[in-house]
């Protein structure tokens, strides 16, 4: 599990495609002293194993699934990602509940300077808006933020200064596209609800009651 603090943004050294999977090499850097064979780590908010170490690099396997899920198999030598380390027993939670499991990606639509801040607006597919609440959590390309505003078409987050700095989104692009997970408490909460409550128009004071609301 992990907390959407980013630890490090790391260079991809290489991508290697081999039928529907890849091997993906990132050099760690100074992390690569906390990482080994068989760790978690995720990466642009996708969680991967270490297949091998050498040095300060690692590789990993993707699969075909993670593929097609997530922005990862468009990865180019030279091209900066974000990682953190899974989360420790005696981490101190800083984020939110991160699986490393990416729903789907955005797009980036609009980029908006306020000061140092910076307000970033994404498109993304209805499926996933769906299952946003405002002033919920979000990871984007594995960073916690907070859904300032939510539309029928998109999401607003506000992005702080350190976080510009320290991760990727400094030098994010419109039309760029990123990897979503949606919080796991918000989605466990929905899945509940569309399983326990009746639809819409039969909903009584009891039905919620019986629900402990």
Do not use: W
Not at 19 to 36: F, V
Not at 113 to 129: I, N, Q, R, Y
Not at 171 to 184: G, R
Not at 205 to 210: A, F, P, T
């Amino acid at each position: 599990m992990f907390t959407g603090i980013i630890q490090q943004v790391c260079t991809v050294k290489a991508l290697s495609r081999s039928g529907g999977s890849a091997a993906l090499t990132i050099d760690l850097g100074q992390l690569a002293n906390q990482a080994k064979t068989g760790d978690s780590i995720a990466i642009n908010g996708s969680c991967l194993t270490v297949s091998k170490q050498a040095g300060t690099s690692a590789t990993f396997d993707v699969s075909g699934e993670t593929l097609a899920k997530t922005t990862l198999g468009k990865l180019t030598p030279g091209t900066k990602v974000n990682i953190e380390l899974a989360l420790r027993a005696d981490d101190r939670f800083g984020g939110h509940f991160v699986l490393g499991h990416v729903d789907g990606s955005a797009t980036i639509k609009k980029i908006e300077k306020k000061g140092d801040f910076s307000t970033f607006t994404f498109a993304a597919p209805k499926d996933l808006l769906d299952q946003m609440v405002p002033k919920g959590s979000v990871a984007i390309d594995g960073i916690s933020l907070t859904i300032a505003e939510l539309t029928p078409d998109d999401f607003t987050v506000a992005v702080i200064p350190q976080t510009l700095k320290e991760t990727t989104l400094g030098q994010a692009k419109i039309n760029q596209k990123t990897n979503i997970e949606i919080d796991i408490i918000t989605k466990t909460v929905r899945r509940y609800l569309e399983k326990n409550i009746p639809p819409k128009g039969n909903l009584t004071i009891k039905d919620l009651q019986q629900q402990g609301f």
